[in-house]
């Protein structure tokens, strides 16, 4: 069983729209999950960090974890053509600073 | 704001050749990554440093891997006899003390083996 699974998409939702990006994962030793945001060809960009279960908002970005059900979620708000990218989901906790990413979902906000 | 800087952008090189990618962490941060991204493959991790050691490796770096922070700014990846396998992009990432897994990216180094 993959430790992260993420949906690639892709997925094409228009401007103005609310994205909901999910991710699921195995290892229940996971404490810490972030977001990332992947241009092409480019390096990670962190977008969200969060420990254990709960929602963090930053602008038009909240991160949700459900441990119990070992969820991951990204939502954005009035989604612009800029955050057409790739959005990595990772988690980590169980060893000495590794990340374990799902596999990207490719969404374009189109205009 | 301060940024993970790799070099170069793009190395191609011959199959048997050793290569060297370079990257300088945030000055302020302790601990330091690398992870390669095949083409359309999941970001995998590969080793993680820290205090002039190395803290955890994947599977994935074996002997012929090796990492080194030759100076106060530097840290490096070698491989020591490229594979056509080991053809992807490489990025080094770093962290503060505090939190090992808010991991802030490089750019990348896309290595290419022919």
């Known amino acids: 069983q993959k430790e992260v699974e993420q949906d690639p998409g892709p997925l094409s939702v228009p401007e103005g729209a609310i994205v909901s990006l999910n991710c699921t994962y195995s290892?229940?030793?996971?404490?810490?999950f972030m977001w990332y945001r992947q241009y092409s060809r480019k390096g990670p960009e962190l977008l969200m960090y969060t420990y254990s279960s709960g929602n963090k908002e930053d602008g038009r970005f909240t991160a949700q974890v459900d441990k119990s059900s070992k969820y991951i979620s990204l939502f954005i708000r009035d989604s612009q053509p800029s955050d057409s990218a790739t959005y990595l989901c990772?988690?980590?906790?169980?060893?000495?600073?590794?990340?374990?990413f799902g596999q990207g979902t490719i969404l374009t906000v189109h205009p | 704001e301060p940024e993970v800087t790799q070099t170069p952008s793009h190395q191609v090189t011959q199959m048997g050749q050793e290569v060297i990618l370079r990257c300088v962490p945030i000055s302020n941060h302790l601990y330091f990554y690398w992870y390669r991204q095949i083409l359309g493959q999941k970001v995998e991790f590969l080793v993680s440093?820290?205090?002039?050691?190395?803290?955890?490796k994947s599977e994935i770096f074996d002997d012929q891997f090796s990492v080194e922070r030759p100076d106060g700014s530097n840290f490096t990846l070698k491989i020591r006899s490229t594979k056509l396998e080991d053809s992807a992009m490489y990025f080094c990432?770093?962290?503060?003390?505090?939190?090992?897994?808010?991991?802030?990216f490089g750019p990348g180094t896309r290595l290419t083996v022919t």
């Open positions: 990772a988690a980590g906790g169980t060893s000495y600073g590794k990340l374990t």
């Open positions: 990432a770093s962290s503060e003390g505090a939190d090992l897994y808010e991991q802030y």
């Open positions: 290892n229940s030793a996971f404490q810490y």
């Open positions: 440093f820290y205090n002039n050691e190395i803290s955890e």
